[in-house]
Protein backbone atom coordinates (compact mmCIF):
# COMPACT_ATOMS: atom_id res chain seq x y z
CA UNK A 1 0.00 0.00 0.00
CA UNK A 2 1.51 3.28 -0.66
CA UNK A 3 2.21 5.76 0.05
CA UNK A 4 3.18 9.32 -0.13
CA UNK A 5 1.69 11.28 -2.27
CA UNK A 6 3.38 11.69 -6.09
CA UNK A 7 2.23 15.54 -6.06
CA UNK A 8 3.92 16.55 -2.22
CA UNK A 9 6.63 18.06 -4.43
CA UNK A 10 4.17 20.61 -6.31
CA UNK A 11 2.83 22.25 -3.13
CA UNK A 12 5.05 25.67 -2.53
CA UNK A 13 3.38 27.30 -5.94
CA UNK A 14 -0.14 26.04 -4.55
CA UNK A 15 0.59 29.01 -2.17
CA UNK A 16 0.45 31.44 -5.19
CA UNK A 17 -3.40 31.00 -4.67
CA UNK A 18 -5.53 34.15 -2.62
CA UNK A 19 -6.66 32.33 1.06
CA UNK A 20 -10.33 33.33 1.48
CA UNK A 21 -12.97 33.92 4.52
CA UNK A 22 -15.12 31.42 3.61
CA UNK A 23 -14.78 28.38 0.92
CA UNK A 24 -15.84 29.00 -2.62
CA UNK A 25 -17.73 26.94 -4.85
CA UNK A 26 -16.10 23.52 -5.42
CA UNK A 27 -16.76 24.61 -8.90
CA UNK A 28 -14.64 28.02 -8.88
CA UNK A 29 -12.23 26.57 -6.55
CA UNK A 30 -8.77 26.22 -8.00
CA UNK A 31 -6.77 22.83 -8.46
CA UNK A 32 -3.96 21.62 -6.94
CA UNK A 33 -2.45 21.07 -10.37
CA UNK A 34 -3.16 24.48 -11.82
CA UNK A 35 -1.75 26.58 -8.84
CA UNK A 36 1.51 24.22 -9.16
CA UNK A 37 1.89 25.74 -12.77
CA UNK A 38 1.81 29.54 -11.36
CA UNK A 39 5.04 30.98 -11.19
CA UNK A 40 6.60 31.08 -8.02
CA UNK A 41 5.44 33.61 -5.45
CA UNK A 42 7.74 36.42 -3.60
CA UNK A 43 8.73 35.04 -0.19
CA UNK A 44 5.48 35.18 2.88
CA UNK A 45 6.32 37.36 5.88
CA UNK A 46 7.18 33.99 8.01
CA UNK A 47 10.13 33.40 5.52
CA UNK A 48 10.92 37.13 5.63
CA UNK A 49 10.79 37.14 9.11
CA UNK A 50 13.11 33.78 9.32
CA UNK A 51 11.33 31.48 10.76
CA UNK A 52 12.48 27.34 10.64
CA UNK A 53 11.72 25.10 7.77
CA UNK A 54 11.23 22.31 9.95
CA UNK A 55 11.19 21.59 14.05
CA UNK A 56 13.97 20.78 16.13
CA UNK A 57 14.79 17.28 16.86
CA UNK A 58 14.21 18.29 20.90
CA UNK A 59 10.82 19.41 20.24
CA UNK A 60 9.55 15.75 19.18
CA UNK A 61 10.48 14.34 23.00
CA UNK A 62 8.23 16.62 26.04
CA UNK A 63 8.56 15.45 29.04
CA UNK A 64 7.99 12.62 31.57
CA UNK A 65 6.28 14.84 33.81
CA UNK A 66 4.47 16.69 30.86
CA UNK A 67 3.03 14.04 28.23
CA UNK A 68 1.91 12.02 32.23
CA UNK A 69 -0.31 15.07 32.62
CA UNK A 70 -1.43 15.98 29.41
CA UNK A 71 -5.09 15.63 28.40
CA UNK A 72 -6.35 14.62 24.85
CA UNK A 73 -5.89 16.95 22.51
CA UNK A 74 -4.14 19.17 25.16
CA UNK A 75 -0.72 21.28 23.06
CA UNK A 76 2.35 20.56 24.34
CA UNK A 77 4.31 22.48 22.71
CA UNK A 78 4.20 24.59 19.17
CA UNK A 79 6.37 26.56 16.77
CA UNK A 80 5.23 29.19 14.05
CA UNK A 81 7.10 27.28 10.85
CA UNK A 82 7.88 29.01 7.50
CA UNK A 83 4.81 29.02 5.25
CA UNK A 84 3.83 30.11 1.52
CA UNK A 85 2.17 33.31 1.27
CA UNK A 86 -1.38 33.91 2.58
CA UNK A 87 -1.15 30.79 4.82
CA UNK A 88 0.24 30.21 8.48
CA UNK A 89 1.87 26.54 9.70
CA UNK A 90 2.49 25.33 12.81
CA UNK A 91 4.35 22.38 14.23
CA UNK A 92 2.50 21.34 17.48
CA UNK A 93 2.79 18.77 19.85
CA UNK A 94 -0.19 17.56 22.03
CA UNK A 95 -1.85 15.23 24.25
CA UNK A 96 -3.12 12.00 23.16
CA UNK A 97 -3.74 8.01 24.19
CA UNK A 98 -1.59 4.81 23.78
CA UNK A 99 -2.72 1.68 23.45
CA UNK A 100 -2.98 0.52 26.64
CA UNK A 101 -5.13 4.02 28.00
CA UNK A 102 -1.75 5.84 29.02
CA UNK A 103 -0.81 9.63 27.84
CA UNK A 104 1.13 10.21 25.03
CA UNK A 105 2.47 12.84 22.97
CA UNK A 106 1.47 12.87 18.92
CA UNK A 107 3.37 15.56 16.31
CA UNK A 108 1.89 16.85 13.43
CA UNK A 109 1.58 20.12 11.18
CA UNK A 110 -1.07 22.55 11.13
CA UNK A 111 -2.05 24.76 8.59
CA UNK A 112 -4.44 27.87 8.45
CA UNK A 113 -5.48 31.18 5.82
CA UNK A 114 -3.28 34.16 7.52
CA UNK A 115 -6.35 36.40 6.77
CA UNK A 116 -8.77 36.55 9.72
CA UNK A 117 -11.91 34.39 9.88
CA UNK A 118 -15.94 34.92 10.19
CA UNK A 119 -17.16 34.71 13.92
CA UNK A 120 -17.50 31.15 13.99
CA UNK A 121 -13.70 30.42 12.73
CA UNK A 122 -12.49 28.29 9.97
CA UNK A 123 -13.98 24.76 9.22
CA UNK A 124 -11.06 21.85 10.26
CA UNK A 125 -10.71 19.12 7.78
CA UNK A 126 -7.91 16.86 9.23
CA UNK A 127 -5.81 14.87 6.68
CA UNK A 128 -4.52 11.73 7.43
CA UNK A 129 -1.54 10.31 5.20
CA UNK A 130 -0.66 7.21 3.60
CA UNK A 131 2.15 4.82 4.90
CA UNK A 132 5.90 6.59 5.10
CA UNK A 133 7.26 3.70 6.98
CA UNK A 134 7.51 2.97 10.91
CA UNK A 135 11.03 4.54 11.82
CA UNK A 136 10.80 8.39 13.73
CA UNK A 137 12.47 9.54 10.83
CA UNK A 138 9.54 8.70 8.71
CA UNK A 139 7.48 11.67 10.04
CA UNK A 140 6.32 13.60 7.46
CA UNK A 141 6.72 16.82 9.88
CA UNK A 142 9.79 15.79 9.82
CA UNK A 143 10.33 17.27 7.19
CA UNK A 144 8.22 20.65 7.73
CA UNK A 145 5.99 21.84 4.91
CA UNK A 146 7.49 19.28 2.09
CA UNK A 147 5.69 16.55 2.54
CA UNK A 148 2.35 17.69 2.54
CA UNK A 149 0.74 17.49 -0.51
CA UNK A 150 -0.45 19.80 -3.47
CA UNK A 151 -4.14 18.98 -2.29
CA UNK A 152 -3.91 19.94 1.43
CA UNK A 153 -2.43 23.02 0.80
CA UNK A 154 -5.38 23.71 -1.83
CA UNK A 155 -7.43 22.89 0.85
CA UNK A 156 -6.03 26.01 2.84
CA UNK A 157 -6.71 28.01 -0.14
CA UNK A 158 -10.06 26.89 -0.22
CA UNK A 159 -10.57 28.58 3.44
CA UNK A 160 -10.18 25.27 5.42
CA UNK A 161 -7.59 24.72 8.67
CA UNK A 162 -6.05 21.57 7.87
CA UNK A 163 -4.38 19.54 10.81
CA UNK A 164 -2.35 16.82 9.76
CA UNK A 165 -1.31 13.91 12.48
CA UNK A 166 2.04 12.37 12.43
CA UNK A 167 0.20 9.73 13.85
CA UNK A 168 1.41 7.85 17.64
CA UNK A 169 5.29 6.36 17.24
CA UNK A 170 5.84 8.57 14.13
CA UNK A 171 8.63 10.91 15.68
CA UNK A 172 7.82 10.50 19.02
CA UNK A 173 8.54 7.82 21.71
CA UNK A 174 7.65 3.93 21.03
CA UNK A 175 6.66 1.99 17.99
CA UNK A 176 4.36 3.36 15.51
CA UNK A 177 1.11 1.56 15.53
CA UNK A 178 0.80 0.75 12.11
CA UNK A 179 -3.06 -0.12 11.00
CA UNK A 180 -3.75 -0.63 14.61
CA UNK A 181 -7.70 1.11 14.37
CA UNK A 182 -7.46 2.37 17.57
CA UNK A 183 -4.02 4.21 17.57
CA UNK A 184 -4.76 5.89 14.52
CA UNK A 185 -8.14 7.09 15.34
CA UNK A 186 -6.85 8.90 18.16
CA UNK A 187 -4.43 10.55 17.01
CA UNK A 188 -6.41 12.06 13.79
CA UNK A 189 -9.02 13.12 16.71
CA UNK A 190 -6.66 14.75 19.38
CA UNK A 191 -5.36 16.66 16.37
CA UNK A 192 -8.24 18.26 16.03
CA UNK A 193 -8.92 19.33 19.37
CA UNK A 194 -5.39 20.36 19.18
CA UNK A 195 -5.91 22.75 16.55
CA UNK A 196 -8.88 24.05 18.45
CA UNK A 197 -6.84 24.85 21.35
CA UNK A 198 -4.41 26.70 19.02
CA UNK A 199 -5.60 30.09 19.10
CA UNK A 200 -3.72 31.66 16.74
CA UNK A 201 -5.15 29.15 14.03
CA UNK A 202 -9.01 30.01 14.47
CA UNK A 203 -10.34 26.77 13.70
CA UNK A 204 -14.25 26.58 14.22
CA UNK A 205 -16.17 24.11 15.62
CA UNK A 206 -16.40 21.39 12.96
CA UNK A 207 -14.29 19.23 11.28
CA UNK A 208 -14.69 16.47 8.41
CA UNK A 209 -11.42 13.69 8.12
CA UNK A 210 -10.56 12.71 4.94
CA UNK A 211 -6.83 10.59 4.38
CA UNK A 212 -5.54 8.46 1.39
CA UNK A 213 -4.36 4.61 1.80
CA UNK A 214 -3.27 3.95 5.43
CA UNK A 215 -5.25 7.65 5.62
CA UNK A 216 -8.13 6.19 4.40
CA UNK A 217 -8.22 3.54 7.17
CA UNK A 218 -7.24 5.76 9.78
CA UNK A 219 -9.91 8.26 8.67
CA UNK A 220 -12.82 5.81 8.97
CA UNK A 221 -11.30 4.52 12.18
CA UNK A 222 -11.56 8.30 13.51
CA UNK A 223 -15.45 8.40 12.66
CA UNK A 224 -16.06 4.99 14.17
CA UNK A 225 -14.05 6.31 17.35
CA UNK A 226 -15.71 9.65 17.67
CA UNK A 227 -18.76 9.08 19.27
CA UNK A 228 -17.10 6.99 22.19
CA UNK A 229 -13.80 8.68 22.51
CA UNK A 230 -14.06 12.50 21.47
CA UNK A 231 -18.07 12.83 21.38
CA UNK A 232 -17.63 16.51 22.28
CA UNK A 233 -16.21 17.16 18.92
CA UNK A 234 -18.59 17.73 15.57
CA UNK A 235 -17.24 15.51 13.58
CA UNK A 236 -19.45 15.60 10.12
CA UNK A 237 -18.04 13.22 8.12
CA UNK A 238 -15.12 10.51 6.83
CA UNK A 239 -13.31 10.10 2.96
CA UNK A 240 -11.30 7.03 2.90
CA UNK A 241 -9.27 7.06 -0.44
CA UNK A 242 -8.19 4.07 -1.38
CA UNK A 243 -8.03 2.38 2.26
CA UNK A 244 -7.16 -1.27 3.53
CA UNK A 245 -11.08 -1.48 4.68
CA UNK A 246 -11.38 -5.31 5.12
CA UNK A 247 -7.50 -6.24 6.62
CA UNK A 248 -8.24 -9.92 6.56
CA UNK A 249 -9.51 -9.48 2.67
CA UNK A 250 -6.64 -7.23 1.85
CA UNK A 251 -4.34 -9.87 3.80
CA UNK A 252 -4.79 -12.54 1.88
CA UNK A 253 -4.90 -10.88 -1.69
CA UNK A 254 -1.16 -9.47 -1.28
CA UNK A 255 -0.61 -13.34 -0.32
CA UNK A 256 -1.88 -14.50 -3.44
CA UNK A 257 -0.18 -11.91 -5.52
CA UNK A 258 3.41 -12.64 -3.96
CA UNK A 259 3.20 -16.05 -4.84
CA UNK A 260 3.00 -15.08 -8.35
CA UNK A 261 5.90 -13.01 -8.24
CA UNK A 262 3.81 -9.53 -7.69
CA UNK A 263 6.19 -8.64 -4.39
CA UNK A 264 5.49 -5.33 -4.44
CA UNK A 265 2.47 -5.85 -2.55
CA UNK A 266 4.10 -7.51 0.04
CA UNK A 267 5.89 -4.44 1.38
CA UNK A 268 3.37 -2.82 3.67
CA UNK A 269 2.04 -6.51 4.81
CA UNK A 270 5.17 -6.66 6.11
CA UNK A 271 5.51 -3.51 7.95
CA UNK A 272 2.38 -4.72 9.57
CA UNK A 273 3.74 -7.92 10.40
CA UNK A 274 6.61 -6.58 11.73
CA UNK A 275 4.57 -4.05 14.40
CA UNK A 276 2.01 -6.02 14.97
CA UNK A 277 4.87 -9.05 16.33
CA UNK A 278 6.25 -6.34 18.28
CA UNK A 279 2.86 -4.83 19.54
CA UNK A 280 0.73 -8.03 19.85
CA UNK A 281 3.66 -10.44 20.40
CA UNK A 282 2.15 -12.08 17.57
CA UNK A 283 4.27 -14.97 15.82
CA UNK A 284 5.70 -15.03 12.75
CA UNK A 285 5.84 -18.35 11.73
CA UNK A 286 4.01 -17.90 8.62
CA UNK A 287 6.77 -16.56 7.34
CA UNK A 288 10.57 -17.43 6.30
CA UNK A 289 13.56 -16.76 7.92
CA UNK A 290 14.43 -14.03 4.80
CA UNK A 291 10.22 -12.76 5.30
CA UNK A 292 11.11 -12.61 8.93
CA UNK A 293 13.92 -10.50 8.79
CA UNK A 294 12.05 -8.75 6.45
CA UNK A 295 9.61 -7.61 8.50
CA UNK A 296 11.85 -6.83 11.47
CA UNK A 297 13.89 -4.69 9.48
CA UNK A 298 11.18 -2.85 8.44
CA UNK A 299 10.40 -1.50 12.27
CA UNK A 300 13.19 0.70 11.89
CA UNK A 301 12.79 1.58 7.96
CA UNK A 302 10.91 4.23 6.06
CA UNK A 303 8.96 2.73 2.90
CA UNK A 304 9.24 0.36 1.23
CA UNK A 305 10.79 -1.97 3.66
CA UNK A 306 13.31 -5.04 2.07
CA UNK A 307 11.14 -6.90 -0.03
CA UNK A 308 12.56 -10.60 -0.36
CA UNK A 309 10.98 -12.77 -3.31
CA UNK A 310 9.36 -16.12 -0.98
CA UNK A 311 8.28 -14.30 2.13
CA UNK A 312 5.40 -16.53 2.97
CA UNK A 313 4.88 -20.04 3.80
CA UNK A 314 1.14 -19.62 4.49
CA UNK A 315 -1.54 -17.12 4.45
CA UNK A 316 -1.59 -15.78 8.00
CA UNK A 317 -5.50 -14.46 7.38
CA UNK A 318 -6.09 -18.53 7.85
CA UNK A 319 -4.19 -19.02 11.45
CA UNK A 320 -7.04 -17.74 14.05
CA UNK A 321 -4.87 -15.69 16.31
CA UNK A 322 -3.86 -13.24 13.12
CA UNK A 323 -7.54 -13.37 11.71
CA UNK A 324 -8.81 -12.08 15.20
CA UNK A 325 -6.03 -9.47 14.80
CA UNK A 326 -6.84 -8.25 10.97
CA UNK A 327 -10.81 -8.58 11.22
CA UNK A 328 -10.44 -6.23 14.69
CA UNK A 329 -8.22 -3.60 13.43
CA UNK A 330 -10.33 -3.79 10.44
CA UNK A 331 -13.38 -0.72 10.36
CA UNK A 332 -17.26 -1.75 10.55
CA UNK A 333 -17.10 -2.36 14.29
CA UNK A 334 -19.45 0.44 15.47
CA UNK A 335 -21.33 2.58 14.08
CA UNK A 336 -20.16 6.02 12.81
CA UNK A 337 -22.94 8.15 12.58
CA UNK A 338 -21.36 10.46 10.04
CA UNK A 339 -21.89 9.51 6.63
CA UNK A 340 -18.61 8.35 4.76
CA UNK A 341 -17.05 7.91 1.48
CA UNK A 342 -14.87 5.61 -0.17
CA UNK A 343 -13.42 5.78 -2.89
CA UNK A 344 -11.92 3.03 -4.45
CA UNK A 345 -9.61 2.59 -7.88
CA UNK A 346 -10.55 -0.49 -9.77
CA UNK A 347 -7.28 -0.90 -10.89
CA UNK A 348 -5.29 -0.47 -7.45
CA UNK A 349 -2.46 -2.01 -7.43
CA UNK A 350 -1.74 -1.50 -3.51
CA UNK A 351 -5.15 -2.29 -2.05
CA UNK A 352 -7.42 -4.83 -4.35
CA UNK A 353 -10.34 -3.19 -5.16
CA UNK A 354 -12.60 -6.21 -4.30
CA UNK A 355 -10.84 -5.78 -0.33
CA UNK A 356 -11.69 -2.32 -0.63
CA UNK A 357 -15.45 -2.81 -1.57
CA UNK A 358 -15.73 -6.24 1.19
CA UNK A 359 -15.07 -3.39 3.82
CA UNK A 360 -17.66 -1.40 2.71
CA UNK A 361 -20.11 -4.41 2.54
CA UNK A 362 -19.64 -4.95 6.48
CA UNK A 363 -20.17 -1.44 7.27
CA UNK A 364 -23.30 -0.74 5.47
CA UNK A 365 -24.49 -4.03 7.44
CA UNK A 366 -23.98 -2.23 10.70
CA UNK A 367 -26.15 0.11 9.47
CA UNK A 368 -23.40 3.12 8.57
CA UNK A 369 -24.08 5.61 5.75
CA UNK A 370 -21.49 5.23 2.98
CA UNK A 371 -21.10 5.58 -0.43
CA UNK A 372 -18.58 3.68 -2.44
CA UNK A 373 -17.34 5.60 -5.33
CA UNK A 374 -15.64 3.63 -7.80
CA UNK A 375 -12.90 5.10 -10.00
CA UNK A 376 -10.50 4.15 -12.83
CA UNK A 377 -7.07 3.72 -12.70
CA UNK A 378 -4.29 2.89 -9.67
CA UNK A 379 -3.66 3.77 -5.74
CA UNK A 380 -2.96 7.49 -6.45
CA UNK A 381 -6.13 7.81 -8.59
CA UNK A 382 -8.61 8.15 -5.82
CA UNK A 383 -6.68 11.48 -5.36
CA UNK A 384 -4.51 12.81 -8.17
CA UNK A 385 -7.38 11.77 -11.21
CA UNK A 386 -8.68 13.99 -13.62
CA UNK A 387 -11.41 14.31 -11.24
CA UNK A 388 -10.68 12.99 -8.15
CA UNK A 389 -10.17 15.86 -6.13
CA UNK A 390 -12.53 18.73 -7.30
CA UNK A 391 -15.06 15.54 -6.33
CA UNK A 392 -13.60 15.61 -2.87
CA UNK A 393 -13.42 19.15 -1.98
CA UNK A 394 -17.23 19.07 -3.37
CA UNK A 395 -17.88 16.45 -1.23
CA UNK A 396 -16.07 18.37 1.42
CA UNK A 397 -17.89 21.55 0.88
CA UNK A 398 -21.38 19.53 1.21
CA UNK A 399 -20.80 18.08 4.53
CA UNK A 400 -20.22 21.83 6.02
CA UNK A 401 -23.03 22.79 3.58
CA UNK A 402 -25.33 20.32 5.45
CA UNK A 403 -26.06 18.59 2.03
CA UNK A 404 -28.05 15.46 2.33
CA UNK A 405 -25.32 12.11 2.44
CA UNK A 406 -25.37 10.07 -0.51
CA UNK A 407 -25.74 6.25 0.49
CA UNK A 408 -24.80 2.94 -2.37
CA UNK A 409 -25.65 0.93 0.58
CA UNK A 410 -28.41 -1.50 0.01
CA UNK A 411 -31.70 -0.73 1.64
Known sequence: MSIRSRSAQAL???????????????????????AASASQPSPSASVAAGLPDVPEDALYHPSFDAIAASKPGEVLGVVELASPPATRAWF??????????????????????EAAPGESGYPIVAWAHGTTGIADECAPSKRGLSEIPAEVHDLVTQGYVVTATDYEGLGTGGIHPYLIG????????DSIRAVQALRAANAGAEAVVIGH???????????????????????????????????????????????????DTVAAPLLLFGVWNAIYDAPLNFLTDSGRQSALAGRDACFPPPVVTTPYLRD??????????LTRNSPGLALTGVPIRVVAPRAD??????????????MCAI??????????????????????WPNITTWISDRFADVEPVTTCAP
Open 182 to 189: ISEGRSVL
Open 349 to 362: EAVQFDAQVAGVTT
Open 213 to 263: SQGGHAALWAAELAPSYASGLTLLGALAASPPTDLVAWDTWAFHEAAVGAL
Open 92 to 113: VVYGSTGLQGEPVAVTGIVLAP
Open 367 to 388: GDTVELQSVEGDHFSSVEGPTA
Open 316 to 325: PAEIPEWNNL
Open 12 to 34: IAVASLAACSNPPSPSTAPSPSA
